[in-house]
C-alpha cells in the first residue's frame, strides 16, 4: 500500500493527452494527465467520467454550455454526453473513471491512447 | 452537472466521521468527511476504499504499518485489509467508494452511518 501524491504523478507525464494510471480499485482507474490546448468532441457510452483539477484552468465544452473548473474542482461527465476539454495554458488533471475507458470515447483518432502506462 | 469544490463541501460538514456523499458515478460515490481522532478498527469485505487528504495530516494504522498522508496525498485500502484511521488534528478527506460502502466495514457501532446525506 503506497501513498500517492497525483499532483507529483502529473509532473512527472512528459506529453499532453496521454493519462497514465496512478492507482486502480473496484474495476475503476485513477489517472493523471497534463493538457494543454483543445481536445476532440466526443462520449464515452458506457461509463461517467470525474475531472478533478489539480493544477491550472479547465475548460470543459459542452453542447449546452461551457464548463470552468480550477485547481480543487471537479466535476461528473456523465456516460453519453459529448464534451470536448480545453486547456488554454497547461492543466494537470485527475480522473477517475472505470478501468479501460479509451481517453477518446467513440471517437477514434490520432489522440486516441490504445494502451495506457500506469506512472 | 455541476462543478464542485470537495474542500468547500467538506467545511459545510458538521460533524466529525460522518461521510457525506457529493457525486456518483458508475456504481461508486465520491464523499467527503471531517476526522478527528481515532476511528475504529475495520475492513470492507467486498470494496477498496481510496482516501485523499483535502487538509491536515491523516495517519492509517494497518495492522502492519502505519501510513501517513498530508494534503494532496491519496492511497487505496484494499479490500479485506484492516486498518483505523487516526486525525491528531482535524482532517478533510475525500473517499471514492463503491456506493453502500458502510463506513466501520463489518463493525457495527456508535460510529456506523446506516444512511449518508448527500450534501
Redesign the interface.
Known sequence: ???????LKAQQVKDYWNPKII????G?E?KVARLKGEFVWHSHAN????F?VLKGELKIE?RT?T???SA???????RG?EHRPIAENEVEVLL???AGTRNTGEVENELTRHQLDSI
Open positions: 500500500m503506497k501513498v500517492i501524491n497525483p499532483a492507482a486502480q480499485l473496484n475503476q485513477v461509463e461517467d467520467e470525474l478533478y459542452l454550455e464548463l470552468a473548473l480543487g474542482e471537479m466535476v461528473v461527465i456523465p454526453i477517475f473513471e472505470p
